[in-house]
C-alpha cells in the first residue's frame, strides 16, 4: 500500500542528492522546496505510524493476540536456561542473558530463538561483529517475517552506527518489506535522516513469544 508512496519519496530524495551541490538559481531553490516537502511527508508519517503502533500496542494489552508466532512447540523455550534468559533480556541484563543462551544454544544448536536473543545481547553490548554474525545464520533459516523484520531492522541499526547511511536505508527498507506493522525501521531511518533520536532494536522480541 505504501510501496508507491514510498518510491517517489526515494526517487525525489535521489534527485536531490544528484544535483543539489551543483544545481544553481531557480533549480536550487526547486530542490529545496522539494526537500522541506519530504521533510514535512517524513515526519508525518513517523507520527502517524507511531501513534497507530501505540493503538495496536493497546490491543495486545487487552490480550489480542493476532500475529504471526513463532512455534510454540519448540522444547528450548520451556528449558530453564531460556526461561531465565528472557528475564535478564526484559531486565536489561544483557550479560546475564547472554550467558544464559549460550547454555540453550549447547542444549539446542538449532535453536532459532536462542542465537537471536544471543546476537541482540551481543549488539546491546557494542559486540557487533558477533551480533551479525548470529543474525545472518537466522536469516538463512528464519521464515517467521516478524523475526526476519527484527533482524534486518538490527542490522540497519548496525550499519547506521558505522556510518554506512545507504547500506542502513536497504536493511531497514527489508525490515519494513517483511512485516510494515514493525515500527522501528521507519524510526530509526527518520533518525538517520535528521541525525536525532536514539535508535531502536529488539524492543519486539518478546512479542513474538
Known amino acids: 500500500m505504501f510501496q508507491h508512496v514510498f518510491a517517489e519519496m526515494n526517487e ?3 534527485e536531490i542528492t544528484r544535483h543539489y551541490p551543483i544545481a544553481q538559481g531557480a533549480h536550487k531553490h ?3 522546496q522539494k526537500w522541506h516537502l519530504l521533510r514535512h511527508m517524513s515526519d508525518s508519517i513517523i507520527e502517524e505510524w507511531l501513534n497507530f503502533e501505540e493503538k495496536m500496542g493497546a490491543l495486545r ?3 489480542f493476540c493476532l500475529e504471526e508466532k513463532l512455534d510454540l512447540d519448540y522444547p528450548e523455550m520451556n528449558a530453564e536456561a531460556f526461561v531465565k534468559g528472557q528475564g535478564y533480556y526484559k531486565l536489561l541484563m544483557f550479560q546475564q542473558s547472554m550467558a544464559q543462551f549460550m547454555d540453550v544454544l549447547e542444549q539446542y544448536p538449532d535453536s532459532v530463538i536462542g542465537r537471536t536473543y544471543l546476537a541482540m545481547c551481543y549488539l546491546h553490548m557494542e559486540e557487533s561483529e558477533e551480533a551479525v554474525h548470529y543474525f ?3 536469516l538463512r533459516v528464519a521464515a517467521n517475517k516478524r523475526l526476519r523484520s527484527i533482524i534486518y531492522n538490527a542490522l540497519g541499526c548496525i550499519e547506521a552506527k558505522r556510518g554506512a547511511r ?4 536497504e536493511y531497514f527498507t527489508l525490515a519494513y518489506h ?7 525501521p521507519l524510526a530509526n531511518w527518520e533518525a538517520c535522516l535528521h541525525s536525532t533520536g536514539k535508535l531502536q532494536y529488539g524492543n519486539q522480541l518478546t512479542f513474538l513469544l
Open 12 to 14: 525525489m530524495l535521489d
Open 30 to 32: 526547486e530542490l529545496t
Open 61 to 63: 494489552q487487552k490480550g
Open 136 to 138: 545472518e545464520e537466522v
Open 166 to 169: 545507504s547500506k542502513a536505508r
Open 178 to 184: 517483511s512485516d510494515p506493522t514493525l515500527p522501528e
